[in-house]
């Protein structure tokens, strides 16, 4: 596990903003998702250790989050939602800095933040003044600075904001590469529920200070009876009442059925073809049917 | 993913080398200061500038050794003990600090202005706060990387004089207070320290650096401004007289006491007020030349430093109550 939260609870005064709060974050890649206000902020900063949990406690990384904020901020890298940097530093010197700063000795923190710049793409703009740096530059070299110390952890805070569709792709590409063999987990915060998609193998949704679903993407896109979906060439009311009368539930919208039965999804499979080749309907194409992400969401934020 | 670079393996690899213990990380940022402020070619000339006094009095020194060598038997010799009989050494360190106070406040400006300002306006506390540091050492390394080079620019210049002194004026008494240079250098230690607390305050107040320059040249001038024009003011209705003093002597009425202590009340007094009551002189005329002028006499020790270090105190504190450290995820 990479964090474990029991019953954590941050109050800001008279506010609770996460109520009695647990979470299991699996190794690999998280998305955390919840609608503004729902306290994914507020956990990010209890992860950290800047906010003192007035109930429950927990561990990151092995380390527990009220008492050692530092170590887990060694062991961790943030890229914020913001645009930052220091002033008058160019690429090198600011990732080297912030190496420096995580605790590696100088020599190594430049040569590192040369590694890494190169990795992300920045190639000989790395001697630029981050300040004459664009929208897309400024997401690069702020994942550049959180990867320097080489972190256990990546949070990444709306990592794709402001970038355009080109340059959201490629930091897809790099976040997805970083996070999968390469030994670093990485808890992605994005309001894009297709970006999440795209690189993350598990979710945590957020919602009014609790967390309403947790688990594998796969998982929690299985709808319950697995049903099948199938689409028609065009629409065929034998097919549709031959597979009731095997038993099925049967859902159209439009060419697509959505169909439930009984039995293994091969043997499923297996009567629908069959049933299709008696009925003279085309099958054009069949799958297990899922939720979408965002249908998850919906479900686990009203819940 | 980039396509092609000059380092030939682009794929991610871990850092696998050493971490340092999550401890002391204002020295990184304090180091960081001094680097970017050692790059900077208008402090070496801030340096050099604020060096005039010292210069100007070695070459004064210079010139009439000089003298005295080429004028004929005892008479040059004569002259030139007479010179430097009416020097008093540790009061051409108070002269040197005293005319570089400009210089001072323009290197203070320079490095300070902008540190905490400048990091408000480009978020650099996203990115410093979120590594193993707190706001402690994100303010004592700020503090300190705006100190460090101040202290390093106020003591250059009188070290200088110091070893030219030392080297040269030995057998003319230069040597005969040993204490004075510790006394002088707590001077400068304050000096940089009184400036660096206000300054690193006012920036942490504003998220452009020319807005906090400005504001913190305005306390200056405006304070040295008003108290030096009142003591013109009150100068000027006594008739600059000669003889007991031009401010009539202290002593000779309360007002001219008061007038004294007025003279302190401003950001340049105060520092000035501090080299006098620490080294223990009320100052000498400058470059050793006869002067009518009598100087205003030192300040009170206590009084002095214990203003200059709740100075310092209130310039952290309000640096200290600007910086939040959970505001780095927002």
């Known amino acids: 596990m990479v964090a474990s939260l029991q019953n954590l609870t941050v109050r800001y005064g008279s506010f609770t903003a996460l109520d009695s709060l647990s979470a299991e974050i ?43 904020g530092r170590e887990i901020r060694q062991k961790v890298g943030l890229m914020p939602e913001q645009d930052c940097h220091i002033p008058g530093l160019n690429a090198v010197q600011f990732v080297a800095f912030a190496g420096e700063l995580a605790g590696m000795p100088s020599e190594l923190a430049l040569r590192r933040a040369h590694e890494v710049l190169e990795y992300c793409g920045l190639g000989e703009a790395r001697y630029r003044n981050v300040e004459t740096y664009s929208t897309g530059m400024k997401q690069r070299i702020k994942l550049a600075q959180a990867l320097v110390h080489g972190p256990s952890l990546l949070l990444l805070d709306e990592p794709t904001n402001g970038l355009d569709p080109r340059g959201r792709e490629e930091m897809l590409d790099l976040i997805r590469s970083v996070s999968h063999g390469k030994g670093v987990n990485v808890i992605v915060s994005s309001h894009l529920l297709p970006d999440v998609e795209r690189v993350c193998d598990h979710v945590v949704v957020v919602s009014r200070g609790k967390v309403t679903e947790q688990g594998a993407i796969a998982r929690l896109k299985v709808i319950e009876g697995r049903p099948i979906d199938i689409e ?72 | 993913m980039p396509e092609s670079g000059l380092i030939a393996d682009l794929s991610y690899r871990g850092y696998d080398g050493p971490l340092l213990p999550p401890t ?40 009439f050794e000089r003298a005295a060598q080429s004028a004929p038997g005892a008479r040059g010799e004569a002259g030139f003990e007479a010179f430097i ?81 030392a080297l040269s004026y030995r057998d003319y008494g230069f040597l005969d207070n040993p204490w004075f240079f510790p006394k002088f250098l707590i001077v400068l230690v304050l000096g940089a320290a009184v400036h660096t607390s206000l300054v690193i305050g006012i920036s942490s107040l504003f998220d452009q650096g020319r807005l906090a320059g400005a504001s913190y040249a305005g306390i200056y001038f405006l304070t040295n401004f008003f108290t030096q024009l009142m003591v013109f003011a009150w100068l000027a209705s006594q008739g600059f007289r000669r003889g007991g003093g031009l401010r ?19 950001i340049d007094g105060l520092l000035i007020g501090l080299c006098k009551a620490i080294v223990g002189t009320d100052g000498s005329p400058q470059f050793g030349m006869p002067s009518p002028i009598r100087p205003v006499p030192a300040p009170p020790l206590l009084t002095t430093v214990l203003v200059a270090l709740a100075l310092c105190a209130a310039g952290v504190a309000v640096a200290w109550s600007r910086i939040r450290a959970v505001e780095v995820v927002r």
């Not at chain 1, 998702?33 to 949990?53: H, Q, R, S, Y």
């Not at chain 1, 091969?266 to 309907?281: K, P």
């Not at chain 2, 009539?248 to 202590?261: C, I, K, N």
Request: aromatic share 12%; glycine share 12%.
């Open chain 1, 232 to 303: 028609l060439k065009e629409e065929s009311p034998e097919f549709v009442r031959a597979m009731r009368d095997l038993g099925a539930t049967v859902e159209a919208t439009g060419l697509v059925l959505r169909v439930r039965l009984e039995g293994s999804a091969e043997q499923v499979s297996a009567t629908i073809f069959r049933t299709a080749r008696q009925t003279g309907a085309q099958v054009r194409g069949l799958a297990v049917a899922q939720r979408s992400l965002e249908g998850v969401f919906e479900e686990a934020v009203r819940a």
């Open chain 2, 85 to 165: 009989g009416r020097i008093v050494w540790k009061d051409q360190f108070l002269h040197g600090f005293g005319f570089a106070q400009l210089l001072y406040l323009i290197a203070a400006l320079m490095l300070g202005a902008g540190a905490i300002a400048n990091d408000n306006r480009s978020k650099a506390l996203l990115v410093i706060l979120s590594k193993p540091c707190d706001k402690r050492d994100y303010l004592a390394g700020k503090w300190m990387g705006v100190f460090l080079p101040l202290l390093t620019m106020m003591l250059i210049p009188p070290l200088v004089f110091f070893v030219y002194g």
């Open chain 2, 248 to 266: 009539g002597g202290a002593g000779q009425s309360p007002f001219a006491e008061y007038v004294d202590r007025l003279y302190y009340v401003s």
């Open chain 1, 26 to 68: 699996p190794e690999g890649c998280v998305g955390l998702l919840g609608p503004n206000g729902a306290g994914k902020t507020t956990l990010i900063k209890t992860m950290l250790g800047f906010l003192t949990p007035a109930g429950g406690g927990g561990s990151v990384l092995g380390l527990d989050i009220r008492t050692q």
């Open chain 2, 24 to 63: 002391h990380r204002w020295w990184v940022i304090a180091r960081m200061g001094v680097r970017q402020a050692f790059r900077k070619r208008a402090y070496w000339v801030v340096t050099a500038l604020s060096a005039w006094y010292y210069l100007v009095m070695m070459a004064v020194l210079f010139f």
